[in-house]
């Protein structure tokens, strides 16, 4: 298997780990749970691996932050809302 291959494959199963909490958090609208350090600090992280595939031209690197990276600025924006909302920020 090519490194390739394996970045991808390794970005694919990093990416979908954050999924489930963002449809369990746009279902239910509860929050409290979150800390909003985690997703705000890991958005931060892969933005900035992002960056830095970008700047190497690493194609899995740049593919494998996409995804996380909108799912954490997600779960930072609905922590800000339904936690304002609720009174749980």
């Known amino acids: 298997m090519s490194p390739t291959t394996i970045g991808l494959v390794a970005g694919a199963l990093t990416s979908l780990a954050a999924i489930p909490q963002v449809i369990k958090t746009l279902r ?8 909003i350090w985690q997703p705000l600090l890991l958005s931060i992280g892969v933005a900035l691996w992002m960056f830095y595939g970008i700047l190497i031209g690493d194609l899995p690197l740049i593919v494998a932050n996409i995804i996380p990276l909108a799912c954490n600025l997600l779960l930072t924006g609905m922590k800000l809302y339904y936690g304002k909302n609720n009174g749980s920020i």
Not at 28 to 35: F, G, K, L
């Open 28 to 35: 239910s609208r509860h929050v409290r749970d979150i800390s």
